[in-house]
């Protein structure tokens, strides 16, 4: 039996689609069908049953899953001690996550990374939408809430700061803020409730309900340049905002949230060596961007650089 034809019968079973095994395999779905074809010649029997949604493991085709599973681990294993996995890390490793963790935090990071491994290809899906690990959309995920059920590694990753914030432009032209009441009256901007992907993204209803929405946006990046127009306030994660030095924190102190990060694999593939390699790469890397995803003082530093400066004071010279 051609292991081949099995090896593409495993990625159908476990992505659902023809497209999305196709894309994971690095080939046209047209190969993918081919190979099922060829399988199910092969064993007699069909191991697919075709709906609207993909395709579904036959009752022969559940039968045989596991049994391929297990010679897919001793083949890794093998694999995992011979000379040229010693070369380095190489293959595809595809990471799922929110678009401005995603974006502004891992992207520089994946890219230096990925050059340190010439074989290694990284795909990194920064979405403004949840990506499922159960549909084989991802590889790696990291998400706003922790994976319920299923067969999977998960791990929480970091705890992040969001802030309100608003533009100099905006404040400056606006009345002043000191209390959640002196909200009233502001425009806000934020999400599209209907289209929210989190219930962790509802941060305003912790805080003042909006008289009036300037933008409402899926993407947390065009809220960001929206805040940075001069449009209104928005609660933003201290990891876009606070390093735009246009942008002020409202309420310092009275306005901040807490959201996590958790990062999660199929409990199948943890054993390979480049998701292990890329797996605690990025915890890594949320471990040496602390102080950019949970700033600490940075108001203070921000009312510091703000206030006027004092000369310095003249002492009389000793004779």
Known sequence: MDWDNLRYFLELARSGTLMSAARR?????????????S??????????????????LTEAGRRLQPQVEAMESAFQAVESTAPASQEGLSGLVRIGATEGFGTVVLAPQLALFAAQHPKLTIDL?????????SRREADIVISLERPARGPVVVT??????????ASKQYLA??????????LRGHTFISYVDDLLFSKELQYLDELHRPDAFALRSTSVLAQHRAVVAGAG????????AEGDKTLRPVLAG?????????????????????????WDFLRETAQTQQSTLLPQNAEKADDKADAPQR??????PTL
């Open 311 to 316: 000369p310095p004071r003249l002492r009389k």
């Open 125 to 133: 899906l920064a979405m403004p939408r949840l990506v499922h690990l």
């Open 156 to 165: 929480k990753l970091t705890d992040y700061t969001l802030r309100l914030y």
């Open 233 to 240: 306030i928005a609660v933003l994660p201290a990891f876009v």
């Open 254 to 278: 009275q306005a901040n949230f807490t959201r996590t990060f958790w990062m999660s694999m199929p409990a199948e593939t943890k054993h390979l060596m480049r998701m292990q390699a890329v």
């Open 25 to 37: 395999l690095e080939v046209d779905h047209t190969t993918v069908a081919r190979r099922i074809q």
């Open 173 to 182: 032209a606006h009345k002043p803020i000191k209390t959640r009441e002196d």
């Open 39 to 56: 399988l199910e010649k092969e064993v007699g029997a069909p191991l697919f049953s075709r709906e609207s949604g993909g395709h579904r």
